[in-house]
């Protein structure tokens, strides 16, 4: 099924191959990549290392929903959705693991039984060479790894960026299912996370504002973006039900709030409310509408949804301890 997780941010990737060049030529080839990486020469060193970790973050834990909120349309789901951005402020965020690399032969340890070793779940990469392909067909098939790739293959580091973005997207579609599983349950509304064409959209912006982390902010499928620098959006959206619910007794508002050309554009699906859940009340006073009424596009695909990117429009600035690009800049990638 074609989902946008409930968020997703940068992860690590950790690398083992004795081979000390080859180590060094991945990180060249992916130094520009949205992860960190860490590499290992020595498969032993690397297995304690993954062990040593924190076990895999329960994030229903981290967005319980201790007192249900008011709201009718929320009120069965078993987390906050208010706190699903505050994982933001979680500073070791970008120290997920999320796959593993392993060469397959290496002194000591090989590929194969150092993965069956970790004592979490990761995507799982093996290279090999020619002769080592049947012993990576039986590590697939009792699903010790997701992938091998030969190592003499000539499309090899496009082949290892696709299983790093596909590991990367299907973790956090793991992570994030009881949310999307709890919002199907309760949300009668079409939902733009379930979209073809509004994920297609919203994956062309992603590359276009630069945007390496994002989180859900409402059952619809409005989301905090956030660059690696730390400058963040609010991507606004909304169905149709809900432009039509602002439409309703608009004319009765005050010209000198709303303009008669303003009016216009909201009847037509032009403008939408950009009033993110950041902010304790769902709605702003009307007095204020005004200045949350913003020019939105339509993105048509089973459903019509309506959005509007903005930089942050809470009166409380978004404020991010720690970015992606900072993060990166003091994480030293080889563990030699």
Same mark, same amino acid.
């Given at each position: 099924?074609? /989902? ?27 130094? %520009? ?29 981290? /967005? ?12 069965? /789901? ?41 004592? +979490? ?50 973790? +956090? ?17 079409? @939902? ?47 169905? @149709?039900?809900?432009?039509? +619910? ?21 009847? %037509? ?23 949350? +009424? @913003?020019?939105?596009? %339509? ?35 080889? @563990?030699?």
């Amino acid at each position: 099924m074609n /989902i946008l997780p409930a968020f997703s941010f940068p992860t690590e990737i950790v690398v083992i191959d004795d081979n000390i060049s080859q180590l060094k030529s991945l990180n060249i080839n992916f130094s %520009e990549s949205l992860n960190i990486f860490s590499f290992f020469d020595d498969p032993t060193k690397a297995l304690k290392y993954l062990n040593n970790n924190p076990p895999p973050r329960n994030y229903r834990d981290d /967005i319980s929903n201790n007192s249900l909120p008011k709201e009718t349309d929320v009120q069965r /789901i078993s987390f906050d959705l208010k706190r699903i951005h505050q994982l933001k402020n979680n500073n070791d965020r970008f120290s997920t693991i999320s796959a593993i690399i392993a060469d397959y032969r290496m002194p000591s340890l090989n590929g194969v039984d150092l993965l069956s070793s970790v004592k +979490f779940n990761s995507r799982n990469l093996l290279l090999t060479a020619e002769a080592d392909e049947m012993i990576a067909v039986k590590a697939f098939n009792k699903a010790i790894i997701n992938q091998y790739i030969k190592k003499d293959a000539f499309d090899k580091i496009i082949s290892i960026g696709n299983f790093i973005e596909e590991a990367s997207r299907q973790y +956090f579609i793991d992570a994030t299912k009881f949310i999307i599983d709890d919002l199907q349950a309760v949300e009668v509304r079409p @939902k733009a996370y379930l979209d073809p064409v509004f994920i297609k959209y919203f994956k062309t912006l992603l590359k276009t504002k630069n945007i390496v982390e994002y989180y859900l902010l409402d059952t619809i499928g409005s989301f905090l973006l956030i660059t690696g620098n730390g400058e963040s959006y609010t991507l606004n959206v909304q169905c @149709k039900d809900q432009a039509l +619910f602002f439409q309703e007794n608009i004319d009765e508002i005050s010209p000198q709030i709303l303009s008669p050309e303003k009016k216009n554009k909201i009847k %037509e699906y032009k403008q939408i409310l950009c009033y993110s859940s950041y902010e304790e009340e769902p709605y702003p006073q009307e007095s204020l509408w005004g200045e949350y +009424f @913003k020019d939105s596009i %339509e993105i048509k695909g089973k459903d019509s949804f309506f959005v509007s990117l903005q930089p942050n429009l809470t009166s409380n600035p978004i404020t991010i301890s720690s970015t992606f690009h900072k993060y990166k800049n003091t994480h030293i990638p080889f @563990k030699l």
